[in-house]
DNA sequence: CGACCGATCGTCT
DNA sequence: GACGATCGGTCGA
């Protein structure tokens, strides 16, 4: 298991960024307590010409300021005030494109995830859309600008890779109101996996 | 299975 | 003061 470098986050193809992580794993360790998923969603978000961007048109709040650091952070916010989504900041400073991690297939710690997550009608709700696996690993918005290159909050590869035609792209999910924005095919999810998120794409046509 | 609804609050206007 | 890059529940066909 080999942590990833800044290299590979300040690459300049968002696409191929989003693309790259599936297969990969997301790592927290909070309180000497380690979570880890595989990645099976991503979906990329790409800056001022992205009107499904925060910061589409080159809007620069404090709340998105940390979308325009150099790639390797993460960039968390609240959605609808109980959802902590997390992103992976890329590209060079000053160009806020970011990957949005949608759903993970737990590995380590999934007694812990549980235990953040308390008891589940639906297993694969565990780690299965964004909002979910960020409550089951403990990332919260006070984590919004730390380093992927931490201890704490990292994303590491091991030996596996999934094959080219393992990867489908399809347009994203809840941006519909971006306009022809909307339409992009900038998500991808890993073919025949349960823990894709249950609303995207009707599971039973992907599982 | 699809459509709809309420929760809940930081952020931006 | 309005609005979400969501989610889990309910309701009706």
């Given at each position: 298991m080999k942590k990833l470098d800044s290299a590979f986050y300040q690459r300049k193809d968002v696409l191929k960024i989003a693309r790259d992580l599936i297969g990969k794993v997301l790592i927290t360790i909070h309180d000497g307590e380690l979570t880890s998923g595989r990645i099976v969603e991503t979906e990329a978000y790409a800056g001022v010409a992205d009107r499904a961007s925060h910061a589409y048109g080159g809007r620069r709040t404090s709340r998105t300021e940390i979308m325009f650091a150099p790639g390797g952070h993460a960039y968390v916010y609240l959605c609808y005030g109980i959802h902590h989504l997390f992103n992976v900041v890329t590209n060079t400073?000053?160009?806020p494109h970011v990957v949005l991690v949608r759903a993970l297939e737990p590995m380590e710690g999934i007694d812990v995830m549980y235990k953040r997550s308390?008891?589940?009608?639906?297993?694969?709700?565990?780690?299965?859309g964004p909002g979910n696996l960020s409550r089951a690993l403990g990332i919260r918005i006070e984590q919004s600008g730390t380093s992927l290159l931490s201890e704490h909050m990292f994303i590491a590869e091991d030996d596996y890779r999934p094959g080219k035609s393992a990867i489908i792209t399809t347009p994203r999910i809840g941006v519909d109101s971006a306009g022809e924005a909307a339409t992009w095919m900038y998500r991808f999810i890993h073919k025949n996996s349960p823990w894709v998120s249950a609303r995207s794409v009707n599971r039973k046509y992907i599982r």
């Open positions: 400073a000053d160009i308390g008891i589940l009608k639906d297993p694969y709700g565990l780690t299965s």
